[in-house]
């Protein structure tokens, strides 16, 4: 991949679903370092550790399901998992007179985590 840059075929290198062990060792042998990683991370899997880690590195963390619902999570569909209905989410939501997912992925920004909520919902694909 670092010749596709060399070559210029891409301008930067990304990765995704590295974990903190695999991402450290990269980092010792790269020579071009990756601009982001791509993992999971919601209320539910802050995955605080790894974010710190690529942070600490100026390593853009983007995560791509801000947004997880109970079926994401490898749960059974009989369970009811969703968290713009945790009670917590929504009270701060209340307070604050946005919806559950606008607090979710502020806090995601806020945390300085570029993120990519999916959505199969014409009027938010727009």
Known sequence: MELCVTKGYVKHL???????????????????KPVALQIEVH?????NALVE?????????????PLVRGDNLGLSRN???NMLKDEVI?????KHGRTPAQIVLKSTLQRGIGVIPRTTNPGRLQ
Do not use: R, S
């Not at 209320?43 to 995955?47: D, E, K, R, S």
């Not at 929504?90 to 209340?94: G, W």
């Open 14 to 32: 990304g990765v995704a679903n590295f974990n903190g062990q695999v991402l450290m060792e990269l980092l010792t042998i790269c020579k071009i």
């Open 43 to 47: 209320p539910y899997l802050p995955n």
């Open 53 to 65: 880690v690529a942070q600490k590195n100026g390593i853009l963390v983007i995560a791509h399901t």
């Open 79 to 81: 369970d009811d998992i």
């Open 90 to 94: 929504l009270e701060i939501a209340a």
